[in-house]
């Protein structure tokens, strides 16, 4: 043995010559770089996706993303594809003001519910099946527009279409399962402003539709009706697309992950007690009341009001009204972008400082819409208010991700809910009475607004802070998001996809505190607390 050369066969180090390459990372590690290596996007150690690349298709995180927005841009496209043709409509079924604003407000207030069931079916079942769904199984009541032929048929009617608008919630569910959330902010915009996109290009599309149906040799009252055929097959399309070569998670679809032991079947009792019992959700649907709210209310009125306001001609009232909804193919996506640079130097503070200073500009430039006396100066005004507001909802659902993780969808859908409940009420207060001109109704309106996005100072995360006090004493993100798991959960796991969330949310500190937060809680390193 002492002639032995070391390393050779038969000595203590079995054949190890000493110059074999050294690794640098475990086991666990190597795994964990196999697996991400899967993925054409970096991604991080939930596998989310930390770039977003708009021209790409990539499965599954780009695939989603292009599914879930053209999905939600269809629906929107359908719920409002009445509001141009609303001036043929009334002739047709002999539509009083009332009758308008009844239809104006049922097809927002269909969603109400169907986005609170829709938060409870992406966290039990998945946003593949809730969006394809969905938007199948609404489909018929858009090809029922052609059969009605009175207003009680027309109000129920756009009453059953806005339950497509639940859509919403398994785009922005969808896209915070996909995408880390350091760019949460930029993709939940992106993606929710494309969709709401088809609330302004169906001003544009169905009167075009309209249009080249009429030089068919259709008469008025039959082409408006031929024109729903369009949104109708939209819905067919993009749910058979849905459902077909959509993916729930990263790793797969939930359902087959469940089978497999590689996620967790959560308790809708205990998601619900979460979402419910946080004060934030409520604050944030009183916001999103009067964001999204607002623009769905605008989306219902604004054609109507310079067709018969400014006398204009039908087509060029609707070029005009599209620039309301078309400005969300940049105005959503800026606040969120504006929410995550922010958050890169300030923190979550910077995200709840920018819903305040975008939501109060909208209103401020809505009251200037509904006071302007000429058409230029109305059309400066309507852009303004509609950048604003459009840039807040972003701004807003920049937020929502971070306020719960076990219960983000049902938070989601009842945040939405709230943006279909504040677009009812607001129409049902201003524009369905004849006792307010439009423009009297849009300046109360913005009014409304600057009011209800005041109590975004209140919102407070122990382990950020809010927009005037600092993160509280010995907070951090493993207590806060671990806290929604009881001992006997936690004994048992359950809240280990929570943990790494937490890990992934540090960067809500903002750059000032990100010695800080390397220092307190080294990465992949649990504290002893959780």
């Not at 989603?64 to 269809?74: A, E, G, N, P, V």
């Not at 032929?149 to 915070?176: E, H, K, N, P």
């Not at 109590?455 to 006090?469: E, I």
Request: charged share 15%; with cysteine; hydrophobic share 45%.
């Amino acid at each position: 043995m002492a002639g032995m050369e070391m390393g050779a066969p038969g000595s203590s180090l079995h054949g190890v010559t000493g110059r074999e390459p050294a690794f640098a990372f475990s086991t666990e590690d190597a795994a964990a770089a196999a697996a991400a290596s899967k993925f054409d996007l970096p991604v991080d150690s939930e596998h989310k996706a930390k770039t977003i690349r708009l021209l790409s298709f990539a499965n599954p995180h780009m695939r989603t993303f292009h599914l879930s927005w053209i999905s939600f841009f269809t629906c929107f496209v359908s719920t409002f594809a009445a509001a141009p043709l609303v001036p043929i409509i009334r002739d047709n079924l002999n539509l009083t003001k009332a009758d308008i604003g009844n239809a104006g407000v049922a097809s927002v207030s269909g969603s109400i519910f169907s986005r609170l069931t829709m938060g409870a079916v992406c966290d039990l079942l998945g946003p593949r099946y809730g969006c394809a769904f969905l938007i199948m199984l609404s489909a018929p009541t858009v090809f029922c527009m052609a059969l009605i032929d009175d207003a009680a048929g027309y109000i129920v009617v756009r009453f059953l279409i806005g339950f497509s608008l639940a859509t919403f919630v398994s785009c922005q569910y969808w896209m915070s399962t996909m995408f880390n959330s350091k760019i949460i902010g930029t993709v939940n915009g992106l993606a929710a402003g494309w969709g709401n996109m088809g609330g302004g290009a169906t001003q544009l599309i169905m009167p075009l539709v309209y249009h080249a149906i009429r030089k068919c040799g259709a008469t008025p009252f039959t082409a408006w009706r031929l024109a729903y055929f369009v949104p109708g097959i939209m819905h067919i399309v993009m749910g058979l697309l849905v459902l077909t070569m959509g993916q729930d998670l990263p790793d797969g679809n939930r359902g087959s992950l469940e089978k497999k032991g590689d996620a967790n079947k959560d308790k809708f009792s205990k998601v619900m007690w979460y979402a419910v019992t946080n004060y934030r959700t409520w604050i944030f649907v009183l916001l999103y009341g009067y964001s999204m709210g607002v623009e769905l209310t605008t989306d219902n009125v604004i054609h109507e009001y310079y067709f018969d306001h400014f006398n204009l001609d039908l087509r060029v009232a609707g070029i005009i009204a599209a620039c309301f909804g078309m400005a969300n193919i940049v105005a959503r996506p800026l606040g969120g972008i504006l929410s995550d640079i922010g958050a890169r130097h300030w923190g979550m503070r910077a995200r709840l400082w920018n819903i305040w200073i975008l939501q109060t500009a909208g209103g401020a430039f809505c009251m200037w819409l509904g006071r302007a006396k000429t058409l230029p100066t109305s059309i400066t005004a309507m852009v303004l208010f509609s950048i604003c507001a459009q840039a807040a909802c972003g701004a807003i659902f920049g937020v929502i991700p971070f306020v719960s993780r076990r219960s983000l969808g049902i938070i989601s859908g009842m945040t939405g809910a709230g943006g279909n409940f504040g677009a009812g009420l607001t129409q049902l207060l201003f524009f369905t009475s004849s006792k307010y001109s439009t423009g009297t109704g849009l300046e109360y309106m913005g009014i409304m607004i600057m009011a209800c996005t005041l109590p975004v100072a209140l919102v407070h995360f122990p382990q950020w802070g809010s927009m005037f006090l600092p993160p509280s004493a010995g907070a951090d993100e493993e207590r806060y998001y671990s806290s929604e798991y009881n001992e006997e959960e936690r004994s048992k796991g359950l809240h280990a996809g929570s943990l790494k969330f937490a890990e992934n949310c540090r960067s809500e500190r903002g750059r000032r505190n990100a010695v800080l937060a390397t220092a307190a809680t080294p990465p992949n390193n649990t504290p002893q607390h959780v």
